[in-house]
């Protein structure tokens, strides 16, 4: 089946430092998002990004589709930047997204 | 727009309990998913809704779940009778087609003593 995996599992930053997380999945993508959950349990869109760059903010993501990878960039991270970072893959043909199982940010003041 | 809507927020409720999780997607999507996330499974798809028609609830997990969309602003998953380990946050989302961004509420906690 569809294996979406993330790494790093577990991240400690410094604020203002910056980070690149990353998104393997197995299968040709269709959609691919990346989400945040908050530490009160929210998931909040960041990108929707099958392909291609995209910025917003301090955030930047890059979905190389024929590598079958995405990166989420964070730079001058701050405190409110913790949680757990989820990218979802919504392979070619199939109406499901899957998950994968996360990287948790915590970002020290 | 209000984003997607669930109710209650929380939920503690005995064993053997009926428990209904109410959502309401974004005005405008056709397309509703049901999510439950725990700490071993991670967040997993339970059912999906096109149009208010039910596609796909192979991953509801045994009969006591059934989840329903009796028009386009409206979904709800009931389990009956609830056991512990139903408890989880469980997520509603909503896109504007299938294959398009979703949208996620902000989840039920639901805890089944």
């Known amino acids: 089946g569809i294996q979406v995996e993330q790494s790093p599992p577990d991240l400690i930053l410094q604020e203002g430092a910056n980070s690149t997380l990353r998104c393997n999945f197995s299968?040709?993508?269709?959609?691919l998002q990346w989400f945040h959950q908050n530490p009160w349990g929210q998931l909040i869109n960041l990108f929707y990004?099958?392909?291609g760059t995209k910025q917003n903010g301090r955030l930047s993501a890059t979905t190389v589709a024929t590598e079958r990878y995405s990166l989420l960039y964070i730079s001058s991270s701050q405190t409110t930047d913790s949680g757990v970072y989820f990218c979802?893959?919504?392979?070619?043909?199939?109406?499901?997204?899957?998950f994968g199982t996360g990287t948790r940010l915590k970002v020290l003041a | 727009d209000a984003g997607v809507i669930q109710s209650p927020r929380h939920e503690v409720t005995e064993m053997g309990q009926e428990v209904t999780l109410r959502c309401k997607p974004i005005?405008?999507?056709?397309?509703l998913f049901w999510y439950r996330q725990t700490m071993m499974r991670g967040l997993e798809l339970l059912i999906y809704?096109?149009?208010?028609?039910?596609?796909?609830d192979s991953g509801m997990p045994e009969d006591r779940f059934s989840a329903k969309m009796p028009n386009a602003s409206f979904s709800t998953l009931k389990i009956q009778p609830s056991e512990p380990r139903d408890s989880a946050v469980y997520f509603c989302?909503?896109?504007?087609?299938?294959?398009?961004?979703?949208?996620f509420g902000p989840g039920t906690r639901l805890t089944v003593t």
């Open positions: 299968d040709s993508v269709n959609n």
């Open positions: 005005s405008g999507h056709n397309s």
């Open positions: 989302a909503s896109s504007l087609e299938t294959w398009a961004e979703q949208y």
């Open positions: 990004i099958p392909s």
């Open positions: 809704f096109n149009n208010n028609v039910p596609i796909d």
């Open positions: 979802a893959e919504q392979a070619s043909g199939t109406y499901k997204y899957i």
